[in-house]
């Protein structure tokens, strides 16, 4: 690993530029610092039964500790989504990954307020990070942007994946080792994909759209999508908290809760890699609907007390698939329902929609947790899964593949010099 890092650190500028030729390579070099940077994310994956007793949380600080761990990613995503949509920042694929390692120092926060201090920051690295960079992934393949962002997602995935099993391995005490590794990584990724140059676009003088304009004035089905996106993701957000408490309830350790929600997020990459080679464009909205509903029978095996562990970790995989896996169509239907303002659209459905499943998830976790059965909350889950995909039966259909582009090309979103 360490000789790879190095000949991409210190290789020729001419043999980075054929490197950089390649169509496909800038946008996998930027998945792979997705990786990076949802692998320090979700660290703390398998850490919450520790968590929880080191610092003697109860249902309402441990409510708490969820939202700040969720919150700060998705209201930065929003904030920098606005203003990527006035002047894009490139500057920002290479500041938010460093920023994201930040979250390795959760092992040696001396107290409470430190670890949601570390939380806040390193989520708002990472939040910083995903606007940016979702455009990015969908510019580098216009004619093919699900494509394109179903391969930046996949990147996320793999990280998803990644996070919760090294965080199982390592513990809170070792997290700090991870730095260094991610770090020369990210800077090779860098290099490698040009992702300063190829990121950007040329540049469109006039005056900077409002967000107004960015929503071309339909707020109102703006809000609407964030709430069923928001509803959608509600499980999701709860899936690694749940999952930390009923398999330490059931003797099982660090290491295994780790690998259990590996299995899960790898499933969620396999469920990317399938949007990437046979998803067609205009399926977006299709997917809205179906895959929440598709996830209702999955929580209510999951949720049955007497779920034998083996049965709970195999549903574990057409969760990852179903309600992981497939939230490019999310992500892709949004910046072609707001192609005037794609870096807003895809912090709402990137961003913000988690933090708001993230604070509607905070307490119906907790609360089934301190009442000794968190196995139940998926339950609780369900009534969102259903209105999340009734309420995407009223969303409208976009246009096709083709008109997407050109209206994305035609808009006044400005970019950087």
């Known amino acids: 690993m360490w000789v ?6 210190f290789a020729p500028p001419q043999q980075l530029q054929t490197m950089s030729s390649s169509r496909y390579l800038p946008i996998i070099c930027l998945a792979l610092t997705h990786t990076l940077v949802d692998t320090c994310a979700l660290l703390v994956a398998p850490l919450w039964p520790e968590l929880e007793q080191t610092y003697q949380l109860g249902a309402v600080g441990l409510s708490v500790v969820f939202i700040v761990q969720s919150l700060p990613t998705s209201i930065s995503q929003l904030v920098f989504g606005y203003f990527r949509d006035r002047r894009p920042l490139p500057v920002l694929l290479l500041l938010g990954p460093v ?3 930040l979250l390795t120092l959760l092992g040696v926060a001396p107290n409470l307020a430190m670890l949601c201090a570390v939380m806040v920051l390193g989520g708002i690295c990472v939040g910083a990070f ?5 455009v990015a992934a969908g510019r580098m393949l216009p004619e093919e942007r699900t494509r394109g962002v179903s391969i930046f997602m996949l990147g996320g995935s793999l990280g998803l994946g990644l996070g919760p099993l090294l965080g199982g391995i390592l513990g809170t005490d070792g997290l700090i080792y991870v730095a260094p590794f991610v770090l020369l ?4 990724l860098r290099r490698v994909g040009r992702l300063d140059v190829t990121a950007a676009a040329p540049v469109q003088s006039g005056p900077k759209p409002t967000l107004h304009e960015m929503l071309e004035g339909r707020l109102f089905l703006a809000v609407f999508l964030l709430l069923i996106c928001a509803l959608r993701l509600v499980p999701n957000m709860a899936f690694d ?7 330490h309830d059931r003797g099982y350790s660090r290491p295994q809760i780790g690998l259990s929600q590996t299995l899960l997020l790898g499933s969620a990459g396999v ?5 990437v080679w046979r998803f067609r464009a205009g399926w977006e909205r299709a997917f809205l609907i179906g895959c929440p509903l598709m996830g209702i029978p999955l929580m209510l095996a999951m949720g049955y007390s007497d779920c034998p562990t083996w049965l709970l ?5 057409p969760s990852g698939i179903i309600l992981w896996g497939t939230m490019p169509a999310m992500v892709s239907y949004s910046q072609q329902l707001f192609p005037s303002g794609a870096g807003v659209a895809s912090a709402i459905t990137m961003g913000l929609a988690w933090g708001v499943g993230g604070l509607i998830q905070a307490p119906i976790t907790a609360w089934f947790q301190k009442a000794g059965m968190p196995q139940q909350a998926f339950y609780a889950y369900i009534p969102c899964l259903a209105l999340a995909g009734l309420g995407a039966w009223f969303l409208p259909v976009v246009g096709t593949a083709s008109h997407t582009v050109k209206a994305a090309a035609d808009s006044p979103t400005p970019v950087a010099e």
Not at 4 to 9: A, D, F, K, M, Y
Not at 130 to 134: F, N, R, S
């Open 4 to 9: 790879v890092i190095t000949r991409l650190l």
């Open 99 to 101: 920023g994201a390692v």
């Open 130 to 134: 995903h606007p940016e960079a979702a």
């Open 185 to 188: 990584a990210i800077l090779a």
């Open 241 to 247: 908290k749940v999952l930390s408490f009923v398999l």
């Open 271 to 275: 469920g990317a890699w399938l949007m």
């Open 313 to 317: 970790l195999a549903l574990l995989v």
